[in-house]
């Protein structure tokens, strides 16, 4: 009995501890006209923005490596700063597959990306 506690307690220390998915913490959405990239938990408020479709100007992949999320920057007109979306958020592969479709990041572009691991970065348009 003894045992069996100290091992409930072990994980839900654990559980407490360890991170949380991407897909809890971050989500993307879209309709025809723009997108909202929204923090669910935890994130810094920074992360919440949006964006008009017509309003991005250049996107780029930068793989992360094996161990963490690749990210999406989304570059868009106006603004100092691309967008971020982490390809691990609630939406993010999904989202990756509407980009494509609506030729912002073209099928020779997201091949070469989603095959690096070692931690390039592709962008469509080129500079």
Same mark, same amino acid.
């Given at each position: 009995?003894?045992?069996?506690?100290?091992?409930?307690?072990?994980?839900?220390?654990?559980?407490?501890?360890?991170?949380?998915?991407?897909?809890?913490?971050?989500?993307?959405?879209? @309709?025809?006209?723009?997108? *909202? $990239?929204?923090?669910? &938990? +935890?994130?810094?408020?920074?992360?919440?923005?949006?964006?008009m479709w017509s309003?991005?100007?250049?996107?780029?992949?930068?793989?992360?490596?094996?161990?963490?999320? @690749?990210?999406?920057?989304? *570059? $868009?007109?106006?603004? &100092? +700063?691309?967008?971020?979306?982490?390809?691990?958020?609630?939406?993010?592969?999904?989202?990756?597959g509407v980009l494509a479709d609506?030729?912002?990041?073209?099928?020779?572009?997201?091949?070469?990306?989603?095959?690096?691991?070692?931690?390039?970065?592709?962008?469509?348009?080129?500079?």
């Amino acid at each position: 009995m003894l045992l069996k506690s100290v091992g409930q307690s072990i994980a839900e220390w654990w559980s407490r501890r360890r991170p949380k998915p991407l897909d809890k913490l971050l989500s993307v959405q879209w @309709d025809d006209e723009q997108v *909202e $990239v929204r923090v669910l &938990e +935890r994130l810094a408020p920074d992360w919440n923005q949006s964006f008009m479709w017509s309003d991005v100007v250049r996107v780029c992949f930068k793989d992360a490596g094996l161990y963490a999320s @690749d990210v999406l920057l989304i *570059e $868009v007109a106006g603004r &100092e +700063r691309p967008v971020a979306v982490l390809t691990e958020a609630k939406g993010g592969s999904a989202f990756f597959g509407v980009l494509a479709d609506r030729g912002l990041f073209p099928e020779h572009v997201w091949r070469k990306a989603i095959g690096e691991t070692g931690g390039a970065t592709y962008c469509w348009p080129p500079h």
